[in-house]
């Protein structure tokens, strides 16, 4: 491993999210991953071993969550900066997180580009600190920005992936989208991953957003 690349461990209970990590922090040469484990045990045991740079592991990672393993840290043996994947930034526990010495929490939905800069950061000393609704890149990465992004969406998705926007605009979970479409609950996770990144938005609120806005503006 070169010495300028940034060592890695990723910790996740779904191997879906591990691959999407793992296929997006490849994808930059800063980052090198060195283990990639799925339940918190194998986590502290990775960490205390291979003392990596950083560590991106599930806030609710089994057994006990992953405010245990940054627990297990000891900082007089151990230099590993952990930031923890969430589907909420202001929950309890990633209060507790903050408190008890976390770096930061990087949305579970969060665009690529924004994971590769919140770990850089990281790896520079900074904590992550919470995007406001009134940044422009929380703007550029939430849904708000050219209201033409939705239009052209028939140019960016397949014809499957039209198929799931369509049955998401109606409400239905993953699970219902994959009965309506035959799809596993893993194949719907894949091509959501897919209609976020191609639409630059990172979750079913942002999809919200874009569609409820591009409607209003084309009835």
Not at 133 to 161: F, M, Y
Not at 162 to 184: D, I, Y
């Amino acid at each position: 491993m070169p010495t300028n690349q940034i060592s890695v461990v990723i910790a996740d209970r779904d191997s879906l999210v591990l691959h999407a990590l793992d296929s997006i922090l490849h994808a930059s040469s800063e980052f090198k991953i060195v283990a990639a484990c799925r339940d918190g045990t194998t986590c502290i045991e990775a960490i205390g071993s291979l003392s990596p740079d950083l560590a991106l592991l599930e806030i609710s990672l089994p057994p006990a969550g992953g405010l245990e393993v940054l627990a297990s840290i000891n900082p007089k043996h151990c230099n590993t900066r952990v930031v923890f994947l969430s589907a909420s930034r202001d929950g309890p526990a990633e209060a507790d997180a903050a408190a008890r010495g976390g770096f930061g929490i990087i949305l579970r939905d969060a665009a690529p580009s924004l994971i590769i800069r919140g770990l850089s950061k990281v790896a520079s000393g900074q904590k992550l600190l919470p995007i406001s609704a009134g940044d422009p890149e929380w703007r550029n990465h939430h849904g708000h920005g050219p209201p033409e992004a939705l239009r052209t969406c028939s140019a960016l998705l397949t014809e499957r992936e039209r198929q799931l926007l369509c049955l998401v605009r109606e409400g239905l979970s993953n699970t219902e989208v994959g009965r309506q479409l035959n799809l596993s609950d893993g194949a719907v996770k894949v091509h959501m991953h897919q209609i976020y990144q191609k639409l630059a938005i990172r979750n079913r609120t942002a999809l919200a957003l874009l569609t409820k806005r591009d409607g209003e503006s084309n009835p």
